[in-house]
Nanobody, 119 residues
């Protein structure tokens, strides 16, 4: 499975961005999808995940109410809508995929897209 993340950039505090991750190489609907992030000097951390059908989502406490994960199984793409961004959201964001769960060791990772939130 190849994952291509895009949509990162520079945004001011309070602004919004939408990240996308396009998958190829395996039937998309057989994969649980997720987003992780790695801030400078910190370990990679879970942000959000979504079930194969899209009916179930999960979020880290730090982003609940501000970020929304979604997927389009007709376009083999998962999205992360990020609203009310804060400087502490600054990180490289990675999409992940796995046939069972992304919360342990995911089988597949994208290359990352940088999000910078200025204060």
């Amino acid at each position: 499975v190849q994952l291509q993340a895009s949509g990162g950039g520079l945004v001011q505090t309070g602004g919004s961005l939408r990240l996308s991750c396009a998958a190829s190489g395996r039937t998309f609907r057989t994969l649980v999808m997720g987003w992780f992030r790695q801030a400078p000097g910190k370990q990679r951390a879970f942000v959000a995940d979504i079930s194969k059908s899209g009916s179930t989502t999960g979020y880290a406490d730090s982003v609940k109410g501000r970020f929304t994960i979604s997927r389009d199984n007709t376009k083999d793409t998962v999205y992360l809508q990020m609203n009310s961004l804060k400087p502490e959201d600054t990180a490289v964001y990675y999409c992940a995929a796995d046939p069972y769960t992304v919360r342990s060791a995911s089988d597949y990772w994208g290359q990352g897209t940088l999000v910078t939130v200025s204060s």
